[in-house]
């Protein structure tokens, strides 16, 4: 009888260590996005930074979002509508000359279709529309 509960503890052992083992791998299938140099990110993590991202937005956090939306962009450097995001970011920060660089990559693939979210490659007519300010702004000052 002794036995027999020793090797159920064992097997009960095993198998926590097995399934935390588990958990902390990720199949190459799950592994979606470079995020940075530390890691990679699923489509569930990047669709979770993205929201997060979008929220400090609507709650006019341009510091918290531009962290946010920047790190997104370095991952993604050829994605308009993260430049977009960030370009709407120093804008709002009053960072005009910076906003304006990354506006104007944006605009360059303005959607008519644009959905917003995470997997977007393309920007908003409003990329068109915060540049528009900025440029009525001239000279722009920092």
Do not use: W
Not at 85 to 98: A, R, S
Request: glycine share 4%; proline share 3%; aromatic share 14%.
């Amino acid at each position: 009888m002794k036995t027999i509960r020793i090797i159920l503890l064992i097997g009960i052992i095993a198998g926590f260590t097995n399934t935390a083992t588990a958990l902390n791998k990720r199949s190459p299938n799950e592994i979606t996005e470079k995020y940075s140099d530390s890691g990679y990110l699923t489509k569930k993590e990047l669709k979770r930074e993205y929201f997060q991202g979008t929220y400090y937005i609507y709650n006019e956090k341009y510091s918290q979002a531009l962290h946010v939306f920047s790190k997104l962009l370095k991952n993604d450097p050829e994605n308009s509508n993260l430049s977009f995001y960030v370009g709407m970011c120093y804008y709002h920060l009053e960072k005009c000359n910076i906003s304006k660089k990354y506006l104007e990559v944006a605009v360059k693939n303005i959607s008519e279709d644009y959905k917003d979210s995470v997997f977007e490659r393309n920007a908003p007519s409003e990329a068109q529309y915060f540049l528009d300010k900025i440029n009525e702004l001239a000279p722009v000052s920092e």
